[in-house]
């Protein structure tokens, strides 16, 4: 109840990522570039700040959804969800993460139109689920070390990567 709801409007900073979890809860992340502009009086221009980048998860219905919207990096994007900031240690540093779970996400319509289009739900099938789930697999927690030969394209460090299944199911709940 006392949670920190926010309203983003900004670009896509990276192209959405979107995969299933381990027992096939969708989830996809995506990266959210803000840069404000300020109107400096003394010179008679815009100036653009600092930008700000957030990592937006989203899960289930609105990950697919987003999946098929076709979102692409550069697009305006509007984003509303609850605030996260993560803090973890990562190289023997210890870094902050702002995030928003999203609960909705669309197109800026002031820069540009759009087409609705309702999904129909249930058309994924059991084989289908299979399939996510192993390519989900190279974020499961194992005892030994990946293999390099067999390691499968994914986002790099600076992308919103998706940690493992167990702690993104933890996140959901």
């Not at 709801?5 to 959210?32: E, K």
């Not at 009086?41 to 990950?63: H, I, K, P, Y």
């Amino acid at each position: 109840m006392n949670e920190a709801h926010v309203t983003v409007i900004g670009w896509l900073a990276q192209d959405p990522f979107y995969t299933m979890t381990a027992n096939g809860t969708p989830f996809l992340a995506l990266r959210v570039g803000c840069t404000p502009r300020r109107y400096d009086r003394q010179t008679g221009q815009w100036q653009d700040q600092e930008s700000m980048f957030l990592t937006v998860n989203c899960w289930r219905s609105l990950a697919e959804n987003v999946n098929a919207s076709d979102m692409r990096r550069g697009e305006p994007v509007i984003v509303s969800g609850r605030l996260r900031v993560r803090e973890y240690v990562k190289d023997g540093r210890l870094r902050f993460s702002a995030e928003v779970e999203a609960t909705t996400v669309g197109h800026d319509l002031s820069r540009g139109s759009a087409q609705f289009r309702r999904i129909q739900r249930g058309t994924m099938t059991e084989e289908d689920r299979l399939e996510a789930r192993d390519l989900t697999d190279q974020w499961s927690l194992t005892a030994d070390p990946p293999d390099p030969e067999d390691a499968t394209p994914g986002p790099s460090d600076d992308q919103a990567a998706p940690r493992t299944a167990e702690v993104l199911e933890g996140q959901a709940a």
